[in-house]
């Protein structure tokens, strides 16, 4: 892989962990401030960010498709961050438990052919 394709990968990983914890920060915790867990780690070919959190559950699914065609002074601000992380990450996956909170997990391949694009 060329240093310019890490370079791009690294910075797909941390716009995606960026977004995630906004939301976290906005939505699930209201912007009252709690512990967000971050761990990172080499599985396989894959590089997996898991963040957890004890904020309100939120299922990623119910938030539609944003409407990319319409023109930007007719968008509204915001609604891109699960958007963007799916389609900078090959992987993202949550799950909601009542005594660990939520869980996201996002991958990105370390080398060869990403499983998205």
């Given at each position: 892989?060329?240093?310019?394709?890490?370079?791009?990968?690294?910075?797909?990983?941390?716009?995606?962990?960026?977004?995630?914890?906004?939301?976290?920060?906005?939505?699930?915790?209201?912007?009252?401030?709690?512990?967000?867990?971050?761990?990172?780690?080499?599985?396989?070919?894959?590089?997996v960010?898991?963040?957890?959190?004890?904020?309100?559950?939120?299922?990623?699914?119910s938030?539609?498709?944003?409407?990319l065609?319409?023109?930007?002074?007719?968008?509204?601000?915001?609604?891109?961050?699960?958007?963007?992380?799916?389609?900078?990450?090959?992987?993202?996956?949550?799950?909601?438990?009542?005594?660990?909170?939520?869980?996201?997990?996002?991958?990105?391949?370390?080398?060869?052919?990403?499983?998205?694009?």
């Open positions: 892989m060329s240093q310019l394709g890490i370079e791009t990968g690294i910075f797909e990983v941390q716009t995606a962990v960026d977004e995630a914890c906004t939301n976290i920060i906005k939505y699930a915790y209201a912007a009252e401030g709690d512990i967000i867990i971050i761990a990172c780690e080499i599985q396989g070919n894959d590089f960010v898991t963040i957890r959190d004890k904020g309100k559950p939120f299922d990623p699914s938030v539609p498709p944003p409407d065609k319409t023109d930007l002074d007719k968008r509204r601000i915001g609604g891109l961050g699960i958007y963007l992380m799916r389609k900078l990450m090959d992987d993202v996956s949550y799950s909601f438990n009542a005594e660990k909170g939520n869980t996201l997990v996002m991958r990105k391949v370390l080398a060869g052919e990403s499983r998205k694009r």
